[in-house]
Structure formats: structure tokens, C-alpha cells
């Protein structure tokens, strides 16, 4: 067969290059073009593989985390005497279990707070944290803050960003506790970790060593009739459960118009119960309020205390119509005073009212359930003013009395906003205008230690007492008088800036050092040059141990000229002894004719006299001050209330110098001195009175008032108070806002018009502030299918309990609901009633939150049907960014192969002849 046509077998010869298929001339090509091809399908599918996200083997990824999250609250700890004991052991054992998962690890402890312990680190890291190596050892309460909550959802929050984002095996969580919660729901947390992979369990606490005893349930009716029995039903809950009967004992508090009367009774919790119910008789209803407190505690509370007493009181109130009830609010140091005054002994001194007692901060939460408020010389700014002004504009009563608290706080000058604007009566302008107070200060050597620091802290007692229309100086003197500080300017009535004034006077003082010799006379007399020609009254007072060490001589005639100098400059001198080893009798002279100087003998003291002093010019003081009654119109309230004309009511040591504020319509007085100051005033705000009372009735005021029978008696008020009280009847009607607790916590608002708008907003308030905006809403919709509620009337909202609770403690919260027109003065809120926050969920069982147990279970391991689909995005690989280079190199193959090479081969000679190729034909196909 001819070989060279291809149509032969054997070995082919050279064949001419000219008018032959360059394919049959080349029969080397085809391996090349065949290995082109090659190349360029694997550079495409090294493309597809870096362009497109996948998951990849664990072990190129980020090392997985086994979080530790450690539950340091009441709930698990306070009746586990040995958790610190379990919890460093649990955590030990989880250290040598994450190192053999080849995990690191990491500590977060949270009960109110929530903070990181530890990591992420690895293993042995945490071995020798809990060992102590290297410093103290690691504390599992570090940072979780007070023990009466669970915020698992916050430790959840921190926990979640800790993990590894781009693993399909990110890590283990372990909780140990109880699975419960208070606050926020962790289960949105839990689940979202639990898809991307993190499997969870909860370790347990070891059985509870201590019991704990709670008072479950107190029922009782809010209203009876007089004379009705009052029956409580008690239900005490004992946990752990005991497999012996256990006895305790419950105890219950009734305060009504006679007084406080104590019960006690035994019972026995049957042995493996959880809860014991039973019904307390309680006694009969009295008149007006009668308060209920009951208490339950351990059969021998010293040898088996209650590890949590926090969950063993309740209180309820049942109203009984027919007396008024007034609230007195005083400072806790002042409450002993006011009982003095109204009911001694716990029994009214005015038959037909009712007294209650409370502080300030317990005030927002009484005020809406009595008739009438009495503030027991409490600042403006003591009280809730949106509350208060809401109390008194829809029908409540109020008589506020004077002190020097009052006296401090309410400056003349200042503007009548708030709850000042409520009252008949306002401060006077001080007589005599501008005063300078000169506080002279010893500060020689002799006054070192105890003394000098006394003065140090009474000087800014002094400079916090000062009136808008003094101006302070602060001035040392040892052989001479040092430089003038002034520390508070004269600002003409307005209200000045005390904090700023304390802060100025607190450094001067602290960087004065007492040394050196004392020249008293020598620099009260160069201090009577510098005053001679002042236009402006001074106050000097005088702080020193008197031990003068200047020249003695003449020092009697010396005393008697600088007392005329001092006159004669509008300067009064009031010496202060300081120290035990005072020179009295030096400073008795420097007093002047019968007087002498004072000698307080603490701080307290002190500052009580400098308040005293600068209050002299807001005041009128005297030993038997006569209170007069004002003549009254016929017809008038004042002819009701006041009784005869000219009548002296009684006696008074000290009243504040008040005015009848300009352009007010509807104040009548009551009560004057005898120079026609007004001192017992009334008037109306909205549906409500008000009435101001210059003084106090307490010890330094006004004593004849309190506690005294005769003549000044506290039946004197009586008509008034029977005036507040009695006013129209307050507006009751329309919405109300609930707490319902018994499933999740929400909102319940009744009582709607049907022209209210589906949604309605809930607004939180912070701090009291009625009138600024809201920290956040909470939106209340027509409630779902709910056979117990009317849609149309009522609205609910979910109650995050957690994050209102949080406010509560920082200060009062607000619940605000504006009208549906859009009101906002608080007496047009439809709503405006302060956040009830009750005892913590955390002591209470009935109110924490539970995991659900379907939860609590690991997730199966990934790459299982169970754990199928768990994986998120985030923890998938990302493109990777050699793709496009491997693209460049798939197209430059398959371009070359197919196309450009073999002519190109063939020119540069690079191709030869292959032998062996059988039918005398290349891989291109037939000769043509």
C-alpha cells in the first residue's frame, strides 16, 4: 500500500510541506491542542469552585467556642450555700471538656448585670484563672451586679457575638441554673444560635440546702362595708419540698383609723407539699383605709432563717366608705414630727379623718388613693409634680407647710411654674435688699485637725443656705487678713447656681492649709476700715477658737471701738466657737452687750445655725409670735373656715414672710401675723384647693400646733382639712390602664370611647416629667380573639418588664396616655399614673420565665438529618479572590488550543512529523 496516501500500514516517511493540510503535515499537534483543551476546563472548574460560597471541613476554619454562661442570681445561689464550691467545679470540668473538643472557651456571669469573666481563651487559661495563678482567682460573680434578676437574654446577647461567624461548628453553650428568666424572652436568642449550629444545654444546680418559704397569694376585697368581717386567703409556698411536715408561722400587720393591731398564727405544710392555702381573719373594717401586711416566716426564724426574705410579704388595702383620708409626706427624719402633730400615738386628733405617712419617694404611688395630700416642709421639688398637679386639678386637696427645707428650695424671685403655680402664696422679697456674708475664717495653726475640718464642711453648708440676694465671700485670716473669695454672686431674685457656688467654696477650702499665729482683734479691725462707707448690710460670721496671740493691749477699749465701727459700716458680727479649748469669754465679748457667741457641738449643729442665720431675713422670729384670724366677707370661704375675726388661733416662734402672688384671682387668707403678714392662705386649681401654711407645726416653728390640747390645738385645722378633703369628686371615670401578669406580661387599657383609633401609644416617661418627651412607646391594639375583652373598648400592648424595671430604679416612671384629641397637660392625659414595679420576678416563682424544654436539648451534630438545615449564610465560605485569574487562564487555554496554534506552531517550526500514525491520516480527518 502506498504509504505517503495514507492508505498503508508501516512507518510514514518525510513528506513536502507545500500544498499539504497542515493538520496531516503536523501530526505532533494533536497532544498539544488535546492538553490546551485540558488545561482549560480545569481552569474553569478552579473558577466555579472559588466563585460559588460553600461550606468547608471544619478544620480550616476559626476554632468553635464553648461558652459558659454562669446564672449568679438570687434565685440559684441564696439557698445553695455550696454554689461557689459546685460552680468552680462545673467550670473546671467544662474547661477540660472543651480542651479535648479542641475549643476554646469563655466565662460570662449575669444575674440584673451581665459582664465577661473570661476570654474567649483557651482552656488552660481558665484552669489557671479558677487555680488563681499568676493573681487572685477568678471570681464567678465578677460584674453580674445585684442578685434580684436574670438576664439571660443580655448574657445570650453577649455570647452570640463571640462565636465564630464563618464555621459550620461555631461551639457549645452551657447555661448552669435554673433555665429561668426574668426581664427580656431569651428564646428568640436561643433559636437563632441553635440554627446556626451552637448547641446548648442547661446544667442544673445541685438540690436547694436551704428552704425557702414565700408568700404566693394574698386575696383580699378592695372595698367592704363598716363593721364587715376582712378574711384573707394566704397561700404559702415551701421549696424544696420536705419529706417531714414543716410548721411556720404567718403574721399579719392591720393598720386603720385605730391604729395598728398584730396577728399571729401557726400552721403546718404537710410533708412532700409544695404549698399550703388557708384563710387569716383579720378583724373588722374600720373607716377609710385599712391597710393589711402579711408576713410568713419560719416556725424558729434564728436556727432556720429564710434565704430569701424577699418573697415573704404582701400587702393589700380595703377601702371602707364614710371617712376621709389625708396623706402626710414628710422626710424620713421628719415623719416622727408630723405624727406628733396630726395623730400621736397612731389615733387621729380630728375625728372623721383618717391619717396616712409616707416619705417622698413613696408618695406617687399613694397619692391617687386618698382624699387630700399634707407636705410636711417638703421642697417643690421633693414632690411629683406632673402627678401632683394632676391629683389637685381633677378634685384633690392640698396643704403644704413651711420649713426650712421649703424655705431653702423656693428662693423669692423665682418663677411660679409646676406645682408652685397651685399654691395661694409666695415667698416675700427679703428686707433691706443686698447682704454680703462674710464667712471669717481662722486659719492659723491652732485651728488644725478636728476643728478646721469642722468649718470645711460648714462652709458649704452655709454657701448651699444662702438667698439669690446674698453675695458670699469667703475670707482666712492668721496675723492679717488674707484675699476676699467671693464664691456666690448677688443674682437679684433669681434662682442662683448652688451647685456651682458649693463646688467654688469646697476648693478654696481644701487648699487652705490652717499655720501660723492668730491676730483676731488686729484683723477684725482692719476689717472694719475696709467695710467703713459699704452701702450694702453685711453678716459677718466668725469661725475660731479665739485664741488670739496679738497684742493684748487696750484689748476691752479695742473690743468697744470696733463694735461702733462695725455699726457704723452696716456690719453685724457674730462670733462661732470652735473646739473644745475656745476662748469663750473673749468671744462672749467680741458678741457684744448681752450677747454671746455660739458654740455648736457638732457639724449638725453648725449648719443648722448658719441656715438659721441666713434665713433671718426670709423670716419673722420671736418668742410668742400671735397668728390672727383674718376678716372674712360674708359669705366668703374664709367666713366658713375662719371662725370669728381678730381671734388669735394660736402662737408661733417663726413664720416665713409670704405674699399673695400678684394677679391671683381666688385666694383668700385665713391666717395673719399681727403686723398683717399672711400666713394660712387657700385657693383653687382646677377642680381642686390648695392652702399654704407659713410655718411648721413642729419644735423651732411652731410647737403650740403639735400634739397640744387647748389653745393651738391641731383641731384647728380641722375645718380646713375637711374642706381639701371634701372637694368635688375627683374624675374617676373613663380609661384605665392595667398590669395583667397572668400569662405574658402586658398592658391592658379599658374603659376606651369607640371614637378612640385602633392603635393607641403608651408613652414611658422618665424621671417624673409629665411634660417632656417619651423615652420610647409601647403601641396598645384592639386585643385578639379574647371573649374576656371588648375590642372595641379596650387595647393591649406586650410589657417589657425588664426594661421598665430597670428605669424604675433609677427614678419614677410614667405612664402616659394622651386623649384622643392629642392632650398633654397633665390633667388632660387620659393616663398619667407612675410604673407600679412591684417586688423582683426574680424572688418570685409564679413571675420568672422558663425556658421551654424543647430548647434545652443539643442540636444533633452537624452533618446529620437533625442537624441538617442549621447552617446560615454567615457561616458559609465567601467567593474566594483568585477566581478571575483562573477564568483569564481558562480562556487564554481554550483560545489557543482551538484557534491561534497550529499555524503559528507550524511558522515557527515548532511541530514535527509523528510516525506510527496508522490510515496515513492526522486527527484533522481525510486529505482533500
Known amino acids: ?182 426581664g427580656r424572652d431569651p428564646a428568640p436568642r436561643l433559636l437563632e444560635l441553635e440554627r446556626a449550629g451552637v448547641q446548648f444545654r442547661v446544667a442544673p444546680p445541685p438540690p436547694p440546702e436551704l428552704t425557702d418559704l414565700s408568700l404566693v397569694e394574698l386575696d383580699l376585697p378592695s372595698e367592704l362595708e363598716e363593721g364587715a368581717p376582712m378574711v384573707a386567703l394566704v397561700r404559702v409556698g415551701v421549696e424544696p419540698r420536705s419529706a417531714a411536715a414543716r410548721a411556720v408561722r404567718i403574721h399579719a400587720e392591720v393598720e386603720d383609723e385605730d391604729g395598728v393591731r398584730e396577728l399571729d398564727r401557726r400552721a403546718e405544710v404537710p410533708p412532700g407539699a409544695g404549698s399550703i392555702s388557708l384563710a387569716l381573719p383579720l378583724g373588722a373594717a374600720r373607716f377609710g383605709r385599712n391597710e393589711v401586711q402579711v408576713r410568713v416566716l419560719c416556725a424558729d426564724p434564728e436556727s432556720d432563717p429564710d434565704p430569701v426574705p424577699e418573697n415573704d410579704e404582701r400587702g393589700e388595702l380595703v377601702h371602707v366608705e364614710g371617712e376621709l383620708v389625708v396623706l402626710v409626706a414628710a422626710e424620713p427624719s421628719a415623719i416622727d414630727a408630723a405624727r406628733s402633730w396630726l395623730a400621736p400615738g397612731g389615733r387621729s386628733l380630728i375625728t372623721g379623718i383618717q391619717f396616712r405617712f409616707t416619705d417622698p419617694e413613696r408618695l406617687p404611688r399613694l397619692l391617687d388613693r386618698v382624699d387630700a ?104 485670716f492668721n496675723v492679717g487678713l488674707r484675699e476676699p473669695h467671693e464664691v456666690k454672686p448677688w443674682t437679684d431674685g433669681a434662682a442662683q447656681d448652688r451647685e456651682a457656688a458649693v463646688a467654688a467654696a469646697r476648693a478654696l477650702v481644701d487648699l487652705t492649709v490652717p499655720s501660723g499665729d492668730t491676730w483676731i482683734l488686729s484683723s477684725l479691725e482692719e476689717l472694719a476700715r475696709s467695710r467703713a462707707g459699704a452701702r450694702e448690710e453685711a453678716l459677718v460670721l466668725l469661725l475660731t477658737d479665739g485664741l488670739d496671740r496679738g497684742d493684748p493691749t487696750d484689748r476691752d477699749e479695742r473690743i468697744d471701738t470696733l463694735l461702733r465701727d462695725l455699726a457704723a459700716a452696716k456690719t453685724r458680727l457674730v462670733p462661732v466657737a470652735i473646739g473644745a479649748d475656745a476662748d469663750m469669754a473673749f468671744l462672749d465679748r467680741l458678741a457684744g452687750p448681752g450677747a454671746s457667741a455660739l458654740r455648736p457641738g457638732d457639724r449638725e449643729e453648725l449648719a443648722r445655725f448658719f441656715q438659721r442665720t441666713v434665713e433671718g431675713a426670709r423670716c419673722r422670729e420671736g418668742a410668742d409670735l400671735a397668728l390672727l384670724r383674718e376678716p372674712a366677707a360674708p359669705g366668703s370661704l374664709a367666713e366658713r373656715l375662719a371662725g370669728d375675726a381678730g381671734e388669735v388661733v394660736g402662737h408661733v416662734e417663726r413664720f416665713v414672710k409670704n405674699r399673695v402672688p400678684r394677679g391671683a384671682s381666688g385666694v383668700e387668707v385665713l391666717w395673719r401675723g399681727d403686723d398683717g403678714e399672711p400666713v394660712l392662705a387657700i385657693g383653687r386649681a382646677g377642680l381642686g384647693r390648695t392652702a399654704l401654711f407659713g410655718s411648721l407645726p413642729a419644735s423651732g416653728w411652731a410647737p403650740a400646733f403639735a400634739g397640744r390640747r387647748g389653745l393651738g390645738e391641731p383641731a384647728r385645722f380641722a375645718p380646713l382639712l375637711r374642706y381639701l378633703a371634701r372637694g368635688p369628686a375627683r374624675r374617676t371615670e373613663g380609661p384605665s390602664l392595667e398590669l395583667d401578669l397572668e400569662e405574658s406580661p402586658r398592658f391592658v387599657l379599658r374603659g376606651l370611647d369607640p371614637a378612640w383609633p385602633p392603635a393607641v401609644d403608651l408613652e414611658v416617661l422618665l424621671g417624673g416629667d409629665a411634660v417632656g418627651p417619651a423615652a420610647f412607646t409601647i403601641e396598645l391594639v384592639p386585643p385578639p380573639a379574647d371573649p374576656a375583652l371588648d375590642p372595641i373598648r379596650t387595647r393591649v400592648g406586650s410589657a417589657p418588664l425588664g426594661k421598665l424595671r430597670a428605669l424604675d430604679r433609677e427614678g419614677l416612671v410614667l405612664l402616659r396616655v394622651r386623649g384622643p384629641e392629642g392632650e398633654a397637660g397633665p390633667a388632660d392625659a387620659a393616663i398619667l399614673e407612675p410604673f407600679e414595679a412591684g417586688p423582683p420576678q426574680e424572688f418570685d416563682p409564679t413571675a420568672r420565665g422558663r425556658i421551654a424544654g424543647d430548647l434545652e436539648h443539643p442540636p444533633g451534630p452537624v452533618g446529620s438529618e437533625e442537624g441538617a438545615g442549621r447552617g446560615v449564610a454567615g457561616f458559609r465560605r465567601a467567593a474566594s479572590p483568585l477566581a478571575p485569574w483562573w477564568l483569564v487562564g481558562a480562556a487564554l487555554s481554550l483560545f489557543l488550543g482551538y484557534v491561534r496554534l497550529p499555524g503559528r506552531w507550524r511558522r515557527m517550526g515548532f511541530v514535527t512529523p509523528r510516525r506510527g500514525v496508522e490510515g496515513g491520516q492526522g486527527i484533522g480527518g481525510s486529505d482533500r
Open 1 to 182: 500500500m502506498d504509504r505517503s496516501s495514507g492508505h498503508g500500514d508501516g512507518v510514514r516517511g518525510p513528506t513536502p510541506l507545500a500544498g499539504m493540510n497542515p493538520l496531516r503535515r503536523h501530526p505532533g499537534l494533536g497532544p498539544v491542542r488535546s492538553a490546551l483543551c485540558v488545561a482549560g476546563v480545569v481552569f474553569l472548574l478552579l473558577a466555579a469552585d472559588a466563585l460559588l460560597p460553600r461550606t468547608v471541613p471544619s478544620r480550616t476554619l476559626a476554632t468553635p467556642l464553648r461558652a459558659l454562661l454562669v446564672d449568679a442570681s438570687g434565685s440559684v445561689r441564696r439557698a445553695r450555700p455550696g454554689w461557689a464550691g459546685w460552680i468552680r467545679a462545673e467550670l473546671a470540668a467544662e474547661a477540660a471538656n472543651a480542651d479535648e473538643s479542641q475549643e476554646r472557651v469563655c466565662v460570662i456571669a449575669f444575674a440584673r448585670d451581665v459582664a465577661l469573666s473570661l476570654g474567649p481563651a483557651e482552656p488552660e487559661d481558665l484552669l489557671a484563672a479558677l487555680r488563681g495563678t499568676g493573681g487572685a482567682p477568678l471570681d464567678p460573680l465578677a460584674g453580674a451586679g445585684a442578685d434580684d434578676g436574670t438576664d439571660l437574654a443580655g448574657a445570650l446577647d453577649l455570647a452570640a457575638g463571640l462565636f465564630p461567624t464563618e464555621s459550620p461548628r461555631p461551639g457549645t453553650l452551657v447555661v448552669f441554673g435554673d433555665a429561668t428568666f426574668t
Open 373 to 476: 395630700l399634707v407636705t410636711f416642709d417638703l421642697a417643690p421639688e421633693d414632690l411629683p409634680g406632673a402627678l401632683l398637679e394632676r391629683f389637685i386639678e381633677r378634685g384633690g386637696g392640698w396643704l403644704a407647710t413651711s420649713g426650712s427645707r421649703l424655705l431653702a428650695r423656693w428662693v423669692p424671685g423665682e418663677e411660679r411654674t409646676g406645682v408652685r403655680r397651685l399654691l395661694p402664696l409666695e415667698p416675700a422679697p427679703p428686707d433691706g435688699g443686698r447682704r454680703e456674708v462674710l464667712l471669717l475664717v481662722d486659719g492659723s495653726g491652732s485651728m488644725d485637725g478636728a476643728p478646721f475640718e469642722m468649718v470645711r464642711s460648714a462652709a458649704l453648708d452655709l454657701v448651699d443656705a444662702a438667698l439669690p440676694t446674698d453675695r458670699v465671700v469667703l475670707r482666712f
